[in-house]
């Protein structure tokens, strides 16, 4: 039988810990009870699958024991952080304060975890005093060696944004002295801010915490999973539907699959290991992306989303429409061509004005054949008319033209 994996073992076979701060870290995780935090400033309402990695290293961490604190950056978000890539936008306050709200609420329904804001202990901190108490402890070289500001140099960074690790290490010192907390997660991309926070309290306290980063997911290309790059999956149903999350992760490709299982559930080694012998036996069952889908759906929307988004999947590609709910529907055929719809018109007229046949011709034709769906139901009678009343919620008309070519009508 094999040996049960230690926290520190099963977060390493996890790919789940890039730098570790110090090796006395190992036992505390493993043996101790740790006050941790891990920080996300407020420059969107959602988190995204980004974050959904990090978050579920603090819920294993919370799951053995330690205790974690959210800090959502009410005054590092006013700052942003350097990216290596160029300064942020200048954010909006009341903008801010709005998706901390919201921030909170959804990491404390998904997650469970405490929230606070950095902006209740900055608001008021002034200038002069920060710069003797903090700024005089930190050296501008030790600053420069950081990976992130070394980057942003070569194409200007403002004394904000170089200010920002000081900040986050003020954090770091701030949750130490009121809440005792002694360890602080986060992305690979903010290990310069991590250690900030280790030698500011050092310095100050001569006291040793710990820090370790979490290596960034990424696509199959390779790029971070968050929205600055273009490509977020927001973790509120709003943003991004069940729907669309289960077509996300069933898309993804097999060679993601086993680091995805490891990453972003908690099924055990062996679990793994099934899944994947069985998966790798038949590839195109897709066996690996249906069960990452079902883990990480249920575990933030619920069992209940899951079969939801099962059903509206099984609906299309059999081309049951009106089994979809209609408030999905613009969602899900966001990305089809969009058709605008005038005025009632003549099925044949139709399909041939709008380009979704070449000529009346070949529309009569592609009739004929049941090869023309109007939301769901073939059409052959030639005669038919588009209008609102063939509409779904009363905005929507769903033309399929073939197998798996559709296009979405809208009044």
């Given at each position: 039988m094999e040996k049960e994996m230690t926290l520190y073992e099963d977060l390493k076979w996890r790919g789940l810990i890039k730098d570790i701060s110090s090796e006395d870290l190992i036992d505390k995780l493993n043996n101790g009870k740790i006050t941790f935090y891990l920080g996300t400033d407020p420059t969107a309402d959602s988190l995204h699958i980004g974050h959904y990695s990090t978050f579920l290293v603090a819920k294993r961490l919370q799951k053995a024991g330690h205790t974690p604190i959210l800090l959502v950056g009410g005054a590092t978000g006013r700052v942003g952080d350097p990216r290596g890539t160029g300064e942020r936008e200048k954010a909006d306050e009341n903008v801010?304060?709005?998706n901390y709200t919201k921030l909170k609420?959804?990491?404390e329904k998904l997650f469970g975890i405490k929230?606070?804001?950095?902006w209740d202990w900055f608001k008021d901190v002034k200038f002069i005093e920060f710069l003797r108490d903090i700024g005089k402890n930190i050296n501008v070289n030790y600053m420069l060696s950081k990976d992130l500001v070394r980057r942003q140099l070569e194409?200007?960074?403002s004394y904000a944004e170089f200010s920002y690790m000081l900040i986050q290490g003020t954090d770091f010192k701030h949750l130490h002295d009121e809440y005792g907390v002694t360890l602080q997660i986060g992305g690979s991309d903010q290990w310069g801010n991590l250690t900030t926070g280790i030698e500011i309290i050092r310095k100050l306290t001569g006291e040793e915490v710990y820090a370790f980063s979490i290596p960034l997911a990424t696509d199959s290309q390779g790029k971070k999973m968050g929205k600055s790059e273009g490509n977020a999956v927001w973790l509120d149903i709003e943003k991004t539907s069940s729907y669309e999350l289960y077509q996300y992760l069933y898309n993804l490709e097999d060679s993601?699959?086993?680091?995805?299982?490891k990453r972003f559930t908690f099924l055990s080694k062996p679990e793994i290991e099934k899944i994947m012998e069985e998966h790798n036996a038949t590839p195109e069952?897709?066996?690996?992306?249906?069960?990452l889908a079902h883990e990480v759906i249920r575990d933030i929307h619920g069992e209940e989303e899951y079969q939801k988004a099962v059903e509206i999947s099984r609906a299309l590609f059999s081309g049951?429409?009106?089994k979809i709910p209609t408030n999905l529907i613009g969602k899900i055929f966001a990305n089809v061509d969009h058709i605008t719809i005038d005025s009632d018109e003549n099925i044949v007229d139709f399909l041939a004005s709008k380009g979704i046949c070449s000529s009346k011709r070949e529309a009569r034709e592609f009739l004929n054949n049941g090869s023309i769906s109007i939301n769901g139901e073939k059409v052959t009678d030639l005669e038919t008319t588009i209008s609102k009343n063939l509409a779904l919620n009363d905005k929507y008309v769903v033309i399929r033209k073939g197998k798996k070519k559709y296009f979405l009508g809208e009044f």
């Open positions: 801010i304060e709005q609420a959804q990491v929230t606070v804001n950095n194409i200007g960074i993601m699959m086993e680091a995805y299982l069952k897709r066996i690996a992306q249906e069960a049951d429409i009106k």
